[in-house]
Nanobody
């Protein structure tokens, strides 16, 4: 059974930082580009960031550029999202998936709440 398990969320004040992790089990995702997505209350899930197979190429939605950094450890089958200078509008449940998301791989996500 394939599982992607997100962790590292929490409550933080505006301007603070969090580091999210996404651990994969059941298969290796080292041969896939991976992505982070988020869903805020009352909104649709949106793309946040993606990282290439090698880790050498990254892409971000404009609203997080310069504040978030996606990385991966292929040996550990884990993807990370370092989030700095957090803003209240970053409040959402954060999910990881393959960069072209597969419906079977959505996990429970991890809640990030940024207070003003």
């Amino acid at each position: 059974q394939v599982q992607l398990v997100e962790s590292g969320g929490g409550l933080v004040q505006a301007g603070g930082s969090l580091r999210l992790s996404c651990a994969a089990s059941g298969r290796t995702f080292s041969s896939y580009a991976m992505g982070w997505f988020r869903q805020a209350p009352g909104k649709e899930r949106e793309f946040v960031a993606r990282i290439s197979l090698s880790g050498g190429s990254t892409y971000y939605v404009d609203s997080v550029k310069g504040r978030f950094t996606i990385s991966r450890n292929r040996a550990k089958n884990t993807v990370y999202l370092q989030m700095n200078s957090l803003k209240p509008e970053d409040t959402a449940v954060y999910y990881c998936n393959t960069a072209s998301p597969h419906s079977d791989y959505w996990g429970q996500g991890t809640q990030v709440t940024v207070s003003s």
